[in-house]
């Protein structure tokens, strides 16, 4: 069985701060992993993956996360958070290639101040 | 982009009630999940329809059922509705069942009263 925690269900930045939304997950297998965005009264929107290989995975609007086996975690970051950055994030884990499987975290908000 | 629509956006029934939600894939795609995202909270995982057989069940009772056509539109189901079935309903499609990206609609809002 999978799990996700996501911890912080808040995080307030200042525009052009960092960006940092945590993310911990269990798995008895490999796992894949995922981090969406939702913007309000929209579904889910793929951000970034880590499947296999490099550990640091790039992905859309700047962000990119760091897969760390060890400390079973899978954070996001920006360099530089934007207005158009506050939204809710989830992260999401599977057990294989089945994204359509996937468990998710209860999601962190994000609000980004002037 | 996404491709997948789901209709209606918002509907509001009364508890006991039966309720069916819709959704087209993306074209390509043969499998199709659905979540429900009670506020607050992520999505859980409902069940998934590949090439029209359930192909996977999460932690929900049977009257929440669903159907997936040939052309892979695919229909959710819920009888004897509850308060706590209130919620955001999402429908991903995917490519297929190996696939590591699964494309969200954007939900159909539903509210039991």
């Known amino acids: 069985a999978q799990s996700v925690t996501q911890l912080g269900s808040h995080v307030s930045v200042s525009e052009g701060a960092l960006v940092l939304l945590r993310c911990n997950y269990s798995s008895s297998v490999p796992p894949y992993l995922f981090w969406y965005v939702q913007y309000p009264n929209q579904g889910l929107q793929l951000l970034l993956k880590?499947?296999?290989?490099?550990?640091l995975v790039k992905g859309i609007n700047g962000f990119e996360a760091e897969f760390k086996k060890s400390e079973t975690s899978f954070h996001l970051t920006k360099p530089s958070a934007h207005m158009s950055d506050a939204a809710e994030y989830f992260c999401a884990v599977t057990p294989n290639t089945n994204a359509g499987k996937s468990t998710f975290g209860d999601g962190t908000t994000l609000t980004v101040k002037p | 982009e996404t491709g997948v629509t789901q209709s209606p956006t918002h509907l509001i029934k009364t508890r006991g009630q039966q309720v069916t939600l819709r959704c087209s894939s993306q074209?390509?795609?043969?499998?199709v999940s659905w979540y429900q995202q009670a506020l607050g909270q992520g999505p859980q995982f409902i069940f998934q329809?590949?090439?029209?057989?359930?192909?996977g069940r999460g932690n929900f009772p049977p009257r929440f059922s669903g159907l997936q056509f040939p052309n892979y539109s695919s229909e959710l189901n819920v009888n004897a509705l509850e308060l706590d079935d209130s919620a955001l309903y999402l429908c991903a499609s995917s490519r297929d069942t190996t696939n590591t990206e699964a494309f969200f609609g954007q939900g159909t809002r539903l509210t039991v009263v």
């Open positions: 329809y590949y090439r029209e057989e359930e192909n």
């Open positions: 074209s390509g795609h043969n499998t």
């Open positions: 880590y499947t296999t290989g490099a550990t």
